[in-house]
């Protein structure tokens, strides 16, 4: 404007000039300066026009950037909410975070104080341990010993019964002897009698007849002896030098030799081969039993009316 301004004046100048000079060459400096006037005209409507749309575009660039700016902002509100937001849920994370921190700080000083009190209590099993240990050690070789001495003992328990049975064994033929003893001291025989066991035995010194020997004994408080047991058999093959009856026959049965008390015979001193019931001497076969000193004083059967010894028997 000022420049438009500056040509203005200018060309009042210029015009003033000519039109005190009246001359051809004043008419083309007129055409010439209207020239340059309208140029400048022109280009001050250019400029102005450029200017204009400077202001235009200007105008247009400021709504496009605030535009821009207003999306930009409402973008950034908007992420800005978002951070605001993710800021609220972080801090609120946060809390709960170090609220979880501090509990689980609690947490591991008590897991620490337990620890601290679980060590104590592990160092006081172990000491515990390894005198129970140490205990158990000496127990164990107490109880071998024991056992050593438990076996020691069963072994002298066991020889002591078996001693103390034997002595039990012993101590019963003892009192058996004794009692015998006794008996034969105590009580004693007739005479001509002779005593063994708890019996007195006779022999007679006549021979008679198996019936009649009997009733000789009878006559005398006693019977035909009775024998019982080789005891008995070894006492009367000491006692006669003769063969003589005694008390068994099979008179009733024959074939059944019974005592004179009616037992069947159990104990039997037989001869080989005997009783045979041998006729060679009587008819009626033999049905009464000798002791035979010929034959080592083994029994015989023998016809029961012939004539030999006897042996009589009574209880003492
Ligand atoms: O050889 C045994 C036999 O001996 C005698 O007969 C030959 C006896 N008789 C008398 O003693 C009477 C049998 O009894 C005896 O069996
Ligand atoms: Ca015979």
Known sequence: ME?????VEYEKAVHSKSSTDHTGPKISENIFYRAIVLCLGLLSVFLLIGLIILVV???YSIRSAAAELS???ANMTESFQDSEKELSILTAEKD??????????????QLNARLSSLRTVKEQLNSNLSSLTAEKDQLKSKLSSVTREKDQLNDRLSSLTREKDELNATLIEITKERDRLESVTRKHCPAEWTIFSS??????????SWTNARRDCQNKGADLVLIE???EQEFLSGFTSES???GLSDRDEEGTWKWIDGTTMTFGYWDVEEPN???ANSNDGEDCAEIKVQKGHKWNDKPCNLFVRWICEKKV
């Open 3 to 7: 420049e438009i301004y500056v040509n």
């Open 277 to 279: 019931n041998s006729v």
């Open 71 to 73: 999306t930009i902002k």
């Open 199 to 208: 019996s007195c035995y006779f022999l007679s010194s006549q021979s008679d």
């Open 57 to 59: 575009h200007y105008h």
């Open 244 to 246: 003589a009856w005694i």
């Open 96 to 109: 709960q975070l170090k609220s979880k921190l501090s509990s689980v700080t609690k947490e591991k000083d």
């Open 229 to 231: 047991s080789l005891k």
